[in-house]
């Protein structure tokens, strides 16, 4: 009886898609998703720290959190290679908008990573991150045994 029900219980769980749906974002959001793109690709670490809130957060996986421009620009200092982000999901309400996503090194393979981004309007009504995280989608490494 038990093992028809851990079976039945193993069926039922969906298999999970190496790449969710794309959604299409409204041009506001859009723009900053393609300048984050072209500033990494450019490893301008000036113009990424530019589309963050003054009091904004870095959260990349592994490392401790990174908060105000002047240390995200000093994170994303030489960091930069080909970038595809893609989004997944979104939502709007006021001021305060979501998007959560995938990442690649080309829109052409699947996703080696994930991220979300939690944004804010400034003053002129531009779309500011206020955090952004990411995590690669291998599974963490298991630590070395000490002798």
């Known amino acids: 009886?038990?093992?028809?029900?851990?079976?039945?219980?193993?069926?039922?769980?969906?298999?999970?898609?190496?790449?969710?749906?794309?959604?299409?974002?409204?041009?506001?959001?859009?723009?900053?998703?393609?300048?984050?793109?072209?500033?990494?690709?450019?490893?301008d670490a000036v113009a990424l720290a530019g589309l963050f809130a003054e009091d904004g957060f870095v959260l990349a996986g592994g490392r401790p959190a990174v908060r105000g421009r002047p240390a995200v620009r000093h994170h994303y200092t030489r960091h930069g290679a080909p970038l595809a982000l893609r989004a997944s999901a979104f939502g709007v309400d006021g001021s305060v908008?979501?998007?959560?996503?995938?990442?690649?090194?080309?829109?052409?393979?699947?996703?080696?990573?994930?991220?979300?981004?939690?944004?804010?309007?400034?003053?002129?009504?531009?779309?500011?991150?206020?955090?952004?995280?990411?995590n690669g989608n291998n599974p963490p490494k298991a630590p070395s045994p000490t002798p």
């Not at 959001?29 to 072209?38: E, K």
């Not at 990573?113 to 804010?120: A, E, I, P």
């Open 97 to 134: 908008a979501y998007v959560v996503g995938g990442y690649g090194a080309s829109a052409n393979e699947p996703d080696t990573g994930k991220f979300t981004l939690t944004l804010k309007k400034d003053s002129n009504g531009r779309w500011l991150i206020f955090s952004d995280m990411d």
């Open 1 to 43: 009886m038990l093992a028809a029900l851990l079976t039945a219980g193993l069926l039922l769980q969906a298999p999970e898609s190496k790449t969710p749906p794309s959604v299409t974002l409204p041009k506001d959001l859009a723009r900053v998703l393609s300048d984050y793109t072209a500033a990494w690709e450019a490893r």
